[in-house]
């Protein structure tokens, strides 16, 4: 018997309405892959949470396409919610080739992403212990073309072995995709169309 289908939209409002009930306001790591998909889920999340904002994309080629989207997403911070703080991981592409050895021709969505999304939220869960933070959690989930179950599903596992809970999320829900876009074109917002690695951007 297939195991049920978790709604994760559900699962981040019961956290966020325990926040509220216990007038919490926690520290959240939130790795971040690009300004566009940052924008929807930093004007929600700021509403609940201190946030530091961690850049940790060693997928993302070429190397100034990698430099260009660590500008936008610093000129997206400053100008929609200079509060958050902002820290940049290592750029380390050798790591992503390392981890996608053997894996070049498999397709979008396929084993070689997931196992892009476990290095970057390996790092992160790493960022979030060593920092103190109360949670982390990835704005990838808001892109029609990542899949929110794997995503949570890793980052659960993560946060096992690192000690900190990992926010549950789905932020394409809601209109969160389509309010992306809107304060995408309100931002003037870098769009890249391709996820940012060469195998993507073939």
């Known amino acids: 018997m297939p195991a049920p289908k978790i709604n994760y939209q559900l699962a981040l409002d019961k956290t ?3 926040l509220v009930r216990e007038n919490r306001r926690p520290r959240l790591l939130l790795h971040a892959c690009c300004a566009p998909c940052s924008s929807y889920v930093l004007e929600y999340l700021t509403q609940y949470f201190d946030i530091t ?3 940790y994309n060693p997928n993302i080629s070429p190397e100034p396409e990698y430099r ?3 500008d936008e997403i610093q000129r997206l911070i400053r100008e929609l919610c200079p509060s958050v703080r902002f820290i940049e991981g290592r750029y380390e592409p ?7 050895k053997g894996l070049e021709q498999e397709p ?7 196992k892009c999304y476990r290095l970057r939220l390996e790092e992160s869960a790493d960022a979030a212990r060593d920092g103190g933070f109360d949670y982390f959690t990835t ?3 808001i892109s029609p073309q990542k899949d929110s179950a794997v995503l949570n599903a890793i980052g659960k596992e993560v946060s096992d072995l690192c000690g900190v809970p990992y926010l549950f999320s789905d932020f394409k829900k809601r209109g969160g995709y389509k309010r992306s876009i809107e304060l995408s074109a309100q931002f003037s917002l870098y769009r890249q169309n ?3 690695c060469v195998f993507s951007r073939r």
């Open 16 to 18: 966020l309405e325990q």
């Open 53 to 55: 904002v961690f850049y």
């Open 68 to 70: 260009h989207r660590v």
């Open 94 to 100: 050798e790591r992503f080739y390392e981890m996608a």
């Open 108 to 114: 979008e969505r396929g084993l070689r992403c997931h």
């Open 139 to 141: 704005t990838l989930s």
């Open 194 to 196: 391709y996820c940012g």
